[in-house]
């Protein structure tokens, strides 16, 4: 007979094999079975309003007809094989057209592992070793990114905190960390040290828009320093707008990071800069000593960049940031609505592409302002929106494509239910 497991038979499971019960990524509390659309459902078969989306790539919804059937025509031609592949080139192309800082790009399999590359780069361009960051940025797993993304400990700036345990101290010591949308603080430091090798920034950082001028005044900053602005669009690439934050905003960095959805929800991502920076990859331009050797076994692999590519030539289309920006308005305004009519504190945070609900009347404009959030409202909302049907992370909304006028009824009415249990509460 077949055997069905439930979901908390598979979450047992979980707890044996896996540490901590799950990927480290998300709640382990809950199994995803499968995905269409908008939508994914549990193990139990429970269904949601999917607005976690794998964490941002699946942008065009789950199973996307056109994605799915370029993957199924590559599948049998192959899967990876480390060799360059035509593939891989068409997607550096498309990437190259669509982003300004980019006139060549190097793949690699995963957003950290881009943003580590982004480091080295602009230390091997530079010859100098120090970053400088922002407290709250996240910027993958390396030991120079876990520096003060989340610290529990306030320090002064600029020094750096490891939010991970098996960083050597010696790490800390090449990162200056500063708070985000604050240009003095940025000044003072590019004065103060001459060993800066660049300035790495989330356009967005994780929902906290750049205040008007922030990212202009970085770069003008980078420019009168002579350091290097690295953007991390990870999560911005070709979900502000096809260029990303770059095109968005009108500040093209020297170096940016991408992920995510250039993949189609297989694992890839690049970086990418001009062709006088990128030689540093390029051992015959630049010598022994200002090589940066650099590999991966499934870099830019052929599924991956099937799906990206064909993800990339959907959202090309006319209108689709458009009616992207239009659901995301909607998803907010639905919750504003509600929010306020119960009369709870509230600030909606981010961009229509990417945001959350603050729970505080006060203005969230970098990480130490975002701690006046009320963390326990905030699990009592998305615990009742979950169990209402909507899927979601704690601290981001990522609406898709592929939410129809039926998802957002729903998304409604969990919401409606959400308010009601915070305001009992
Ligand atoms: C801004 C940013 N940088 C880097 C990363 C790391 O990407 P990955 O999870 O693909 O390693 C993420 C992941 O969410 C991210 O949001």
């Given at each position: 007979?077949l055997?069905?497991?439930?979901q908390s038979?598979?979450?047992?499971?979980?707890?044996?094999?896996?540490?901590?019960?799950?990927?480290?990524?998300?709640?382990?509390?809950i199994i995803?079975?499968?995905?269409?659309?908008?939508?994914v459902?549990?193990e139990d078969g429970n269904e949601?309003?999917?607005?976690l989306?794998g964490s941002g790539p699946?942008l065009l919804?789950?199973?996307?007809p056109e994605v799915?059937e370029a993957?199924?025509?590559q599948?049998?031609?192959?899967?990876t094989?480390?060799?360059n592949?035509?593939?891989?080139?068409e997607l550096?192309e498309?990437?190259?057209d669509a982003?300004?800082?980019?006139?060549?790009v190097r793949?690699?399999a995963?957003g950290g592992?881009?943003?580590?590359y982004a480091?080295?780069l602009?230390?091997?361009y530079t010859?100098r070793?120090?970053?400088?960051?922002f407290?709250?940025?996240y910027h993958?797993?390396?030991?120079e990114?876990?520096?003060?993304?989340?610290?529990?400990r306030?320090v002064?700036f600029p020094q750096?905190?490891?939010?991970?345990a098996?960083?050597?101290?010696?790490v800390a010591?090449?990162?200056?960390?500063?708070p985000?949308n604050?240009?003095?603080?940025v000044?003072n430091l590019?004065?103060?040290?001459?060993?800066?090798?660049a300035i790495?920034v989330e356009?967005?950082q994780?929902?906290i828009?750049?205040?008007p001028?922030?990212?202009?005044?970085l770069?003008?900053?980078?420019d009168?320093?002579?350091v290097?602005l690295?953007?991390?669009?990870?999560?911005?690439?070709?979900?502000l707008?096809?260029?990303?934050?770059?095109?968005?905003?009108?500040?093209t960095p020297?170096?940016?990071?991408?992920?995510?959805?250039?993949g189609?929800?297989?694992?890839?991502?690049?970086?990418?800069?001009?062709?006088?920076?990128m030689?540093?990859f390029d051992k015959?331009?630049?010598?022994e000593e200002?090589w940066?050797m650099q590999?991966?076994?499934?870099s830019?692999n052929p599924?991956?960049?099937?799906?990206?590519?064909?993800?990339?030539?959907?959202?090309?289309?006319?209108?689709?940031?458009?009616?992207l920006r239009?659901i995301?308005a909607?998803?907010?305004?639905?919750?504003?609505d509600a929010l306020t009519?119960a009369?709870?504190?509230?600030?909606?945070?981010g961009?229509e592409t990417?945001?959350?609900?603050?729970?505080?009347?006060?203005?969230?404009?970098d990480y130490r302002?975002?701690q006046?959030?009320d963390?326990q409202?905030?699990?009592?909302?998305?615990a009742?929106?979950?169990?209402?049907?909507v899927?979601?992370?704690p601290?981001k909304?990522?609406?898709?494509?592929a939410v129809t006028?039926a998802?957002?009824?729903?998304t409604?009415l969990?919401?409606e239910k959400?308010?009601?249990?915070?305001s009992a509460?």
């Amino acid at each position: 007979m077949l055997k069905i497991n439930t979901q908390s038979e598979w979450i047992d499971r979980a707890n044996t094999v896996l540490p901590a019960g799950g990927f480290g990524n998300f709640d382990p509390g809950i199994i995803i079975a499968r995905g269409e659309g908008s939508r994914v459902w549990d193990e139990d078969g429970n269904e949601y309003v999917d607005y976690l989306i794998g964490s941002g790539p699946m942008l065009l919804g789950h199973g996307h007809p056109e994605v799915m059937e370029a993957v199924l025509e590559q599948l049998p031609k192959g899967m990876t094989f480390f060799a360059n592949n035509a593939r891989g080139i068409e997607l550096a192309e498309a990437i190259v057209d669509a982003v300004p800082c980019c006139e060549q790009v190097r793949f690699v399999a995963s957003g950290g592992e881009a943003d580590m590359y982004a480091i080295r780069l602009a230390r091997a361009y530079t010859g100098r070793d120090k970053i400088l960051k922002f407290e709250g940025g996240y910027h993958g797993m390396s030991a120079e990114a876990q520096m003060s993304l989340a610290p529990s400990r306030r320090v002064n700036f600029p020094q750096a905190v490891p939010d991970s345990a098996g960083i050597p101290e010696s790490v800390a010591e090449q990162m200056l960390v500063a708070p985000y949308n604050d240009l003095e603080a940025v000044e003072n430091l590019l004065n103060e040290h001459d060993d800066i090798a660049a300035i790495m920034v989330e356009p967005l950082q994780r929902i906290i828009p750049a205040l008007p001028g922030y990212l202009q005044g970085l770069r003008d900053l980078c420019d009168k320093h002579n350091v290097l602005l690295i953007f991390d669009e990870i999560v911005t690439g070709f979900r502000l707008a096809f260029g990303g934050a770059q095109e968005r905003y009108g500040v093209t960095p020297d170096i940016c990071t991408l992920g995510k959805i250039i993949g189609g929800g297989f694992p890839l991502a690049a970086l990418g800069a001009s062709a006088e920076i990128m030689k540093h990859f390029d051992k015959a331009q630049v010598g022994e000593e200002g090589w940066l050797m650099q590999l991966g076994t499934l870099s830019g692999n052929p599924v991956a960049s099937v799906a990206g590519l064909k993800t990339m030539e959907v959202l090309g289309r006319e209108g689709m940031y458009d009616r992207l920006r239009e659901i995301g308005a909607e998803l907010q305004k639905m919750q504003v609505d509600a929010l306020t009519q119960a009369g709870i504190p509230h600030r909606i945070c981010g961009d229509e592409t990417l945001f959350d609900i603050y729970f505080t009347d006060a203005d969230c404009r970098d990480y130490r302002s975002a701690q006046h959030d009320d963390p326990q409202r905030g699990a009592l909302y998305n615990a009742t929106l979950r169990a209402n049907g909507v899927f979601k992370a704690p601290g981001k909304v990522y609406p898709s494509l592929a939410v129809t006028a039926a998802d957002l009824e729903h998304t409604r009415l969990a919401v409606e239910k959400a308010v009601q249990a915070i305001s009992a509460a």
